[in-house]
Every structure is written in C-alpha cells, then in structure tokens.
C-alpha cells in the first residue's frame, strides 16, 4: 500500500527533525516507526562501545531481507528491501572499539573485552552487502583486524555500486592486499571521490605501487578521485618519482590524478616534482613531515609550479620550505599555519617569510595561539606582521591566555596594530579568560570577559571588520559559538563613527565564515 497525502505531509516533516526527536515519534506508534525509519537510518554514527555495534548490525540483518528479481536488461538481479537500503553514511568512531567502564567517576577500559572484532567483524561484511545505497563509510581504527577477522570485508565494501568516499584507519599489509585484490576485481564498479587512510602502527611505512594494496585503489580510481588523505606512505613508485631508484632507471608513463583537488600528506616520501606532475589541477595541499620538507632533502633542481594551487597548511618552517621550492604564488589565497610557531623557526627562515612569498594572500590561520613556546609574539611583531598581510580578509586564531596583560594584549593592543590590515572576518577562540581576571585588574579587562565586549574591542580598533565569531573553551570543553555582525553608523554630527556589534544566528554566522575564509 503506497503512501497517503498525509504520509507524504508527515514525510516532509520527519525530514526536518533532528535524530533525537525521531528517535521519540518512531515510539509514538508503528506506523510513524515504519515512516522515520529511512530519516533515522540515513547516517548512524557508532561512538559508544563494540555492544553498540554488534546491536547495529544484527539489526541491519534482522530488518533487511533481499530476494533475487527478473530484469529485462540485466536479466537476473538482486533487491534489497528494508532497514540497509536506507543506510547513506556508516560511522564506526574510535571509542566503539573498546568496552569502558567507571570507576570512581573516571573512565577505565575493560579488562575483559566481551564483544571482540572477531564476534562482529564477519556480521559487518555481510551486513555492508545489505547496504546498496551507502556513499560513505568511515572506520576509526582496527581495519586490520576486521580484515584478519572476515577476509571478504574489503571485497563487499568495493561491491558497493554508490559508495564514493571511504575512510579507513589502522591499514596494514594484510588489509592493504585484500583492499588492492577487490578493487582489481571491482575495478568497473567503483566509484570513489574520496579515498583516506592510515597506516598501522606496526608499519613504519606503507609502499603504494599502481599493481597491489592500497597503491591499486588509488590508481584504479584516479580519474573520478578528487581527495586523498594518507599517512606513512612511500608515493614514489606510485607517481614513477624520477628522484627514486627506480624512476632514475627507467622510463615511465606519469601517473596522473586529473581531479584530485585537495591533498593531505602526513610524513609520506614523495617529492615536489612527482606532486606538480601527478596533480595538475590541485587546488589545497596540507603536509606534514614530508621529506622534501626536511633540512637534510636534496634541493630542487628546478622550481615547480602547482598553477592551480589556493590553499596550504602545515608547520611554519615545512610552509617556508614548499614556498622556497616552488614558482607563481601569485595565485595562493589562504595559509594555515599548523602547530606552535617556535623561535627555531624564525631562526631558520628570513622575517616573515611566508606570508611575504605569498604576495595576495586573504585568509591567515593560526591553530595555535602561543605563537611561540611560552609566551606570545610582541606587540611590534604583530604590527610588522600586519605590513606583509596588505590583501589579508580572513584572520583565525585560538587565544589562550594565562594573564591578565595577555588578555589585554589580545582583545585591545593586537586589533588595534592590525588597523591597517583590509579584515572583514575574525574568528577566535578564546581559553582562560576567567582564571586571569581577579579583584586588582583594572576595570578596562574586566569588561573584557563577554564575547560581546571581545567582539566590540575587535570592530572599534579593526575598521574594516564586518563579522566576528567567538568561541569560549574552559575546562578543555569547548562552548557555543557567539557569532556577531559589526554595524557602523555616522554620528549625529557626522564627524565620528558609531560602532556597535548585532548577534546573528549560528546558520547565518557559518556561511559568512565559510564565505570569507574560503572566498579566495
């Protein structure tokens, strides 16, 4: 019996709920279970113990059946009804690997584990088989063991028609091999756009080559791929590297990943020519540890070009490093600066160096706000900073303070040096503001405890500024984000400027932020 105008009414509704409340109407009565069941299903996320798990997937069983249908193109073909065919994205996060218990108010692992990959690692391949419609799979660890576990896993999730992104932690050879057999036998059925992968902790580094492992995913799947992310991984037979052994002798057609546009590299050996060759239209490169990084890497014999490139993140010297060996940055637009800036670095590399080579750069990120080990930069280095930052829009840094002249520094002189710097958007998160403040700091920083007066500081002393968001973190816990539009209005005079800031609202606030930082 097909769906009444009502269904179709409550159907509309159902789609707008958020999972707790269809968790509560799916109680109300079967017929309203039977309506928010594809909503409740369309992304499980998997976060509380192996328990959670194994209940997950005997459910997918026990609710799906699949039954073998004529077809008069295909002739004979399998289709899946109920609970699996709903399923689009599958989350199993690091914390459902392990069973955790309390005691005395504090987190301990289970001596005993009573639910084993092994009791569910075979259940999850045959419940995958039952999920036709997943696009996206994630798994936080123990790959290998679920591979060890239930040898088809590899070959069921390749079997997925509609699956495009996979995410896949803990990879060691043994998955690595079942990964590169499925796709060889899969190889017209897939179709990944994102492929992410870490390497297991027994393995110091996984070498990819086009013909095996994980190395013949990523080459079967080059053309329609547009994110890799892997770590610990040797690229550079994969890409027929001319600086390794191999490349030197001999003659290789380049592999090519015409449609990758954002790239991810933790400590994986690859060069900077192999890189420009294989991604020609890459569009954001984030690296860390990568040897053509490294002090001790042979120098580049020529510069290359990545004309496509917009975006980088990594440490500050890694960043000084690509920039030096590469030509045309006139085309970046956002930096990110990854881990504390330390004075070893700035012993390392010129002034400045890299917001300096990038000449037009409009979005500047900071992930950590002691800028140096244990105090922060000088009020003169954040003004010689704002000299080299003339096209700057976007500005993101996390603000831990431990004093009250911090606070200070941060929330009145460091807005104020940046008056000169084109901002539209600042977006801060602040730790510690309330450990500082006590009965003897002048009233001026005590004002400052409120998002809103941060958010005021900032658009009285930054002219250009149009929107702010402020996020508080106390206790390691990070708070709501107060999210704040900047309004200017001529005087009755005219002869000044009244500044005032208007709270927005969390939807409007994220597009503005994502606006900005990602304009360029």
Known sequence: MGNTPKDDVLDHILQACPTSSLTVLSLVSSHIRVLALPHLLRTVSLDRNPQQVLTFLNFILNNTQSRNIKDADVGHRTEILGAGRYIIKLEIVDFAFCTTIWVEDAPVLAEKEEYPISTWAPILTRALALMPNLHSIVIEGKVEEIAFHSPDFALALFSLPRLTYIDLWSVGLLASNQFGHAMDLRKDVTNLQTVKFSVHDDLEQLELTAGEGMGSVLFHTRGPLTEINVSACNLRNLLHDEESEEGRNEIKTPVI???????????????????????????????????????????????????????????????HVFLDSTATHSHLRRVVVDTIWTPEDDDATPPFAVTRAVPFLKSLHFTHSRITHRKLKPLSWWKALGRTLPHLTYLAIPLDVNAADELDLWCIQVPRSLASVPLAYVSLSLRGTESVVGDGTSPEIQSLLTAQAIALSYARNIPTLKHIDICKIIDEVKGLISWWSVVRESSVSGDDMCVQVKAIDAYEGRALRSWYDLEA
């Open 257 to 319: 990943f015409p449609n990758v546009v954002i790239l991810t590299l933790e400590c994986c050996d690859v060069s900077l020519t192999a890189l420009a060759s294989a991604f020609p239209a890459l569009r954001t490169l984030i690296f860390s540890g990568s040897p053509f990084s490294h002090p001790d890497a042979p120098p580049q014999t020529h510069k290359v070009s990545f004309p496509s490139l917009v975006s980088i993140k990594g440490q500050y010297k890694d960043l």
